[in-house]
């Protein structure tokens, strides 16, 4: 007898699938996170799978999202300056102004 998921999530190659088992008496549940893809070079599906335990659904769903921010974070401080010029700015918040009200008018905006 095949043991079909009680629930199943699916977004394009991902998908989790919850799965009930009846063990004395008791049900216990397992999920099943899985990757498919199709290799390019062999023209054939591949998949990979890991099995969690439901109450690490939602740690796994914090790490990836710590992961997810941390990662544009770290693109966002080492990506390659704009090629449109290193101006400096000027203060509009009434601070670090020049003390001899020399400003640099020469900005280009």
Do not use: H
């Not at 394009?12 to 799965?19: A, E, M, N, P």
């Amino acid at each position: 007898m095949e043991n079909k998921p009680v629930i199943s999530t699916r977004d394009r190659g991902l998908s989790i699938s919850i799965f009930r088992r009846d063990k004395d008496g008791q049900a216990t549940y397992g999920a099943c996170l899985q990757r498919s893809w199709k290799d390019k070079a062999t023209d054939e599906w591949k998949r990979e799978q890991i099995n969690l335990f439901p109450d690490e659904l939602l740690k796994l769903a914090a790490l990836c999202t710590k992961t997810y921010n941390d990662t544009i974070a770290y693109a966002q401080q080492n990506r390659p300056q704009s090629s449109g010029g290193n101006y400096p700015g000027q203060p509009i918040d009434g601070g670090n102004y020049p003390e001899n009200g020399d400003f640099n008018d020469s900005i280009p905006f």
